[in-house]
């Protein structure tokens, strides 16, 4: 009788210890926390879980919807929202097509007024913010200042996604989420879409996606849209 009231007790112990270890996905309103999801998508090494991917080693860009050239004219822009070393691959890119531009990775928004195309390049590396001597706070107000002066100028702006799924942190994402709105052409680093964040939003807003499997196709992609 003595063991079974022992087997019993050692259960519901287990049971009580499972319990704490669940994780809270409400916030102290009761509320669901809306960074709850994405945090159980991930695996306990912080990387994205698997998922279907539509470029590969032998298809290595994907183009979904039809890109409209003729929107992006002279003088273009390439500038950094959040200093990672993205925009540096899109400059190296560029210099290889032979395009003509202007590469201001921490361009302030008073000196972009005359650009009719800029392509901003989305990631946040704490690195490139401490060496470009700029905090978190700094960078999101420059780039909702870009933004703001982007819609009054009507230029034509381009959102780039290359640094894959180790540039979908917080101050990426917000990043990100001021830019999507006034873009008209994507371009992402397909591992960086592992929550379809930006196949999804393409698809709502009529958006023209380009995906890339490395950032070395980013060459192509922009022979592609600016060589004659």
């Known amino acids: 009788m003595k063991k079974i009231f022992a087997l019993v007790l050692a259960a519901l112990m287990l049971l009580a210890l499972a319990a704490c270890g669940r994780q809270d996905t409400?916030?102290?309103?009761?509320?669901?926390?809306?960074?709850?999801?994405?945090?159980?998508?991930?695996?306990?090494?912080?990387?994205?879980?698997?998922?279907?991917?539509?470029?590969?080693?032998?298809?290595?860009?994907?183009?979904?919807g039809t890109v409209d050239k003729t929107l992006y004219a002279a003088p273009i822009l390439v500038t950094s929202f959040g200093q990672s070393t993205d925009a540096s691959t899109i400059?190296?890119?560029?210099?290889?097509?032979?395009?003509?531009?202007?590469?201001?990775?921490?361009?302030?928004?008073?000196?972009?007024?005359?650009?009719?195309?800029?392509?901003?390049?989305?990631?946040a590396s704490t690195k490139g913010l401490g060496q470009a001597g700029i905090d978190e706070k700094d960078e999101v107000a420059r780039a909702e200042a870009i933004m703001a002066k982007?819609?009054?100028?009507?230029?034509?702006?381009?959102?780039?996604?290359?640094?894959?799924?180790?540039?979908?942190g917080a101050l990426s994402d917000q990043l990100a989420d001021l830019v999507l709105p006034q873009c008209s052409y994507m371009i992402v680093k397909e591992d960086a879409n592992w929550d379809y964040k930006f196949t999804k939003y393409a698809e709502e807003?009529?958006?023209?996606?380009?995906?890339?499997?490395?950032?070395?196709?980013?060459?192509?992609?922009?022979?592609d849209l600016f060589s004659k």
């Open 26 to 64: 409400t916030s102290p309103t009761g509320q669901a926390d809306p960074n709850a999801a994405t945090q159980a998508t991930l695996d306990p090494s912080g990387t994205a879980p698997a998922f279907d991917m539509q470029t590969s080693e032998d298809k290595r860009i994907v183009n979904i």
């Open 205 to 223: 807003h009529s958006l023209p996606l380009t995906l890339i499997f490395g950032q070395k196709d980013t060459v192509q992609v922009m022979s």
């Open 91 to 123: 400059d190296t890119a560029l210099k290889r097509v032979g395009g003509t531009y202007s590469y201001l990775p921490q361009v302030a928004a008073d000196a972009v007024g005359s650009y009719k195309t800029m392509i901003i390049c989305v990631g």
């Open 150 to 168: 982007a819609k009054e100028t009507g230029a034509q702006v381009i959102f780039v996604h290359i640094g894959g799924e180790t540039r979908r």
